[in-house]
């Protein structure tokens, strides 16, 4: 399926044809192949999620929004726990048309589970709707003032088929969303991001189904999941390297990055192989202007005493004085002098 899942990434129509011509859909277009399509949109874990909140809100798949909200089990579930479930397998798309098609869709099948809290569908709608409008109120950066309690209830006062949602029913909706934003796939990095990564790889054992198996290729998945934890590996490596003095700490660390770029540039990950190389390039000094401007200037290998140094090949004298005083001590540094022309090596190497 991770074939069929690159062609659907691509063009879904060509990702369709291909699960057509090796059988695994319908050849027609009945409900069989209808919920055949849904089963792979839901289980197939390559699937972009982007693109996939945007097939199944276009209004020639419908049908196929409807039979993929189907697949969810939504009983006993409050309404905000039931589309947190639902909108944390793709990304909600930014037309209006297209959010109110698929909470639409969710509202009915919800509804029909038989919450106890929601006379009719259209208050289903309404308050799923009303949900989404508090996730962006409580988590947008951009929202200074954020939304009361009371203020979300007043917005939905007789709504629930004439009549006001229980209080603590909404206190309980808001709560949810002030405290646990709803986190959309491939929209965030940092916590909120490797939080719902994580929620993802628990739930996986009961999304298994035939859509899951690999016949045995099971390498076939280490690229993706190297890209998608390449940066956090890389992140937890130079926070190593940057606080840590232990040798062995820190030579474990420098064999886990060498692991990780190699790994990275095996499976054509060039944005992994390029901020590790800025990593290292930062650690060592080498984007320092200053270092620059010393390695542009000829420089001079000096040995003294079985110590080494770079000199400037004007004045070796007093470079190997300060040196050697910083080394041995002020009695030493007369003696160093006296036999600096029988004792010191000079090797001419253009650095």
Same mark, same amino acid.
């Given at each position: $399926? $991770?074939?069929? @899942?690159? %062609?659907?990434?691509?063009?879904?129509?060509?990702?369709?044809?291909?699960? &057509?011509?090796?059988?695994?859909?319908?050849?027609?277009?009945?409900?069989? $192949?209808?919920? #055949?399509?849904?089963?792979?949109?839901?289980?197939?874990?390559?699937?972009?999620?982007?693109?996939?909140?945007?097939?199944?809100?276009?209004?020639?798949?419908?049908?196929?929004?409807?039979?993929?909200? #189907? &697949?969810?089990?939504?009983?006993?579930?409050?309404?905000?726990?039931?589309?947190? *479930?639902?909108?944390?397998?793709?990304?909600?798309?930014?037309?209006? #048309?297209?959010?109110? /098609?698929?909470?639409? @869709?969710?509202?009915?099948?919800?509804?029909?589970?038989?919450?106890?809290?929601?006379?009719?569908?259209? !208050? +289903?709608?309404?308050? *799923?709707?009303?949900?989404? $409008?508090?996730?962006?109120?409580?988590?947008?950066?951009?929202?200074?003032?954020?939304?009361?309690?009371?203020?979300?209830? /007043?917005?939905?006062?007789?709504?629930?088929?004439?009549?006001?949602?229980?209080?603590?029913?909404?206190?309980?909706?808001?709560? +949810?969303?002030?405290?646990?934003?709803?986190?959309?796939?491939?929209?965030?990095?940092?916590?909120?991001?490797?939080?719902?990564?994580?929620?993802?790889?628990?739930?996986?054992? =009961?999304?298994?189904?035939?859509?899951? =198996?690999?016949?045995?290729?099971?390498?076939?998945?280490?690229?993706?999941?190297?890209?998608?934890?390449?940066?956090?590996?890389?992140?937890?490596?130079?926070?190593?390297?940057?606080?840590?003095?232990?040798?062995?700490?820190?030579?474990?660390?420098?064999?886990?990055?060498?692991?990780?770029?190699?790994?990275?540039?095996?499976?054509?990950?060039?944005?992994?192989?390029?901020? !590790?190389?800025?990593?290292?390039?930062?650690?060592?000094?080498?984007?320092?202007? +200053?270092?620059? !401007?010393?390695?542009?200037?000829?420089?001079?290998?000096?040995?003294?005493?079985?110590?080494?140094?770079?000199?400037?090949?004007?004045?070796?004298?007093?470079?190997?004085?300060?040196?050697?005083?910083?080394?041995?001590?002020?009695?030493?540094?007369?003696?160093? #002098?006296?036999?600096?022309?029988?004792?010191?090596? %000079?090797?001419? !190497?253009?650095?």
């Amino acid at each position: $399926m $991770m074939h069929a @899942a690159k %062609l659907f990434n691509e063009k879904p129509k060509d990702g369709i044809a291909y699960l &057509q011509r090796v059988g695994a859909l319908a050849s027609d277009s009945g409900s069989e $192949m209808t919920m #055949q399509l849904a089963q792979f949109l839901r289980e197939t874990p390559t699937i972009n999620k982007k693109l996939l909140g945007e097939f199944i809100a276009k209004p020639s798949n419908l049908e196929v929004l409807q039979a993929y909200i #189907q &697949q969810f089990d939504f009983s006993g579930r409050r309404l905000d726990e039931a589309l947190r *479930s639902l909108l944390g397998t793709f990304r909600l798309p930014g037309e209006s #048309q297209q959010i109110e /098609r698929i909470v639409e @869709a969710f509202s009915a099948t919800y509804f029909a589970s038989g919450p106890a809290d929601i006379a009719n569908k259209d !208050a +289903a709608f309404i308050l *799923s709707y009303a949900i989404i $409008m508090l996730n962006t109120d409580q988590h947008s950066p951009q929202v200074k003032s954020r939304m009361k309690i009371e203020h979300f209830a /007043r917005n939905l006062r007789n709504v629930n088929d004439g009549q006001d949602f229980r209080s603590g029913f909404l206190a309980d909706v808001y709560n +949810a969303i002030r405290d646990r934003e709803i986190v959309f796939p491939e929209e965030h990095e940092g916590e909120a991001g490797f939080e719902f990564a994580w929620r993802e790889v628990l739930a996986g054992d =009961s999304l298994v189904g035939p859509w899951a =198996s690999t016949r045995g290729i099971t390498a076939e998945y280490d690229r993706c999941l190297l890209a998608e934890t390449w940066p956090r590996l890389l992140l937890a490596l130079a926070r190593i390297l940057t606080h840590f003095n232990s040798d062995q700490t820190l030579r474990l660390a420098l064999s886990g990055l060498h692991a990780l770029v190699a790994s990275a540039a095996h499976y054509g990950l060039s944005t992994c192989v390029n901020e !590790a190389m800025c990593l290292l390039a930062g650690m060592t000094g080498l984007t320092n202007s +200053a270092l620059h !401007a010393d390695l542009s200037s000829p420089q001079v290998l000096c040995k003294s005493y079985n110590r080494y140094l770079l000199l400037d090949p004007e004045s070796p004298t007093s470079a190997l004085g300060i040196v050697a005083e910083g080394f041995t001590g002020a009695e030493q540094l007369a003696k160093l #002098q006296e036999q600096e022309e029988a004792s010191v090596q %000079l090797t001419q !190497a253009a650095l």
